[in-house]
């Protein structure tokens, strides 16, 4: 059996702390990245290759990890995107008729260091209280002096710009040119889903790298813009503000999910910092303030929109808060055509409680052209 051939491996955190675990399957090695955890039932295969999961160490909270197996379309990147997975117990057989390949075999694909036999209740409990952090996993169990001068030259994630690291180098389409209505897309990390979402609505879609000017995403003559989500800090992305300014400044359709709310809200003068462990799952509880309506949501972001600097704007209205710390969840002008949301709308882990925001954004588009026409 495999995991009688399995190397010894270590979670070395920055603060010195060790757990203990085993390399899943043959691979060894080491990896660095900021540890994090995700408190998602399902969706693995869509975590390993959200683009916004760049550069972490993923602890999966679920006990059982790859028992269902892979499927090539069930994928929200070209390829895996996290820096590493710590799991409690890794299953090498899969058992779901559709599946197409194992999550042993995909990781192999994608040359992604696991450690399986974690201790990850205690693991999560500790980022819990201590906050997230960076972290190394190795099967290098000797070298643990080495591993811990190497872990301190790692980029803490506060201040690191990850946009240019996931997003497209050219402009490329999306959907039927035959569309009635046509998006510019900033990616900045963006998931496949969010653009089969927009598409779906009878929606052409260009699609621009993290740096595009505005008059770049202006050429393709759109009816509406979108930002995207995306990893790392918002506050180094200095492009992506000014192109989210001039949209606003010409009260252009405008709408950003996670790392693209964020950026609409640094282009407002609003603030954004660095959680203590972030959300990351597809069960939080947020309450629309709109309508007075919950929503159980899909997370993903380990920064924030200052909602103290939030209430005290003229322009911003506070949309959406999330119900387990009443942090700021969504945001809209009040003067403006643009609007903005801390989750994820495109991800439906169940519920499809918050798809009616893309409505939103088309009705937004509609209004805007009929404006025009009048």
Sequence with gaps: MKYQKRQKAIILLADGT????????????TSFGEVCFNTGMTGYQEIFTDPSYYGQLMVTTNAHIGNYGTHVDEVESDSIKIA???????????????????????????????????????????????????????????????????????????????ASKVSTKAPYYFGDERATYRVAALDIGIKKNILRCIASRDVYIKVFPYNARFEELEAFQPDG???????????????AQALAREIIKRDLPLFGICLGHQI??????????????GHRGINHPVKNLITGKGEITSQNHGFAVNREEA?????????????????????????????SVQYHPEASPGPHDSSYLFDQFIENIKKSKLSLVE
């Design 18 to 29: 060790i757990f203990h675990g085993k390399a899943v399957g043959n691979k060894q090695g």
């Design 84 to 162: 590493g997975l710590i799991v409690k117990n890794f299953s090498y057989e899969y058992s779901r008729v559709s599946a197409d390949d194992s999550l042993e075999a995909f990781l192999d694909k994608n040359s992604l260091l696991a450690i399986s036999d974690v201790d990850t209740r205690a693991l999560v409990s500790y980022i819990r209280d201590n906050g997230a952090m960076n972290a190394v996993i190795s099967t290098e169990v000797d070298q643990i002096e080495r591993l811990k001068k190497e872990l301190a030259e790692v980029p803490n994630m506060e201040g690191l710009e990850l």
């Design 225 to 239: 813009y979108f930002l995207s989500n995306g990893p790392g800090d918002p506050e180094p992305l200095k492009e």
């Design 264 to 277: 609409i809200a640094l282009a407002n003068g609003v603030s954004t910092y660095k959680m203590h462990h």
């Design 311 to 339: 209430e005290k704007h003229d322009e911003l209205q506070i949309t959406h808060v999330h119900l387990n710390d009443d942090t700021i969840a969504g945001l809209a002008m009040k003067h403006k055509n643009c609007f």
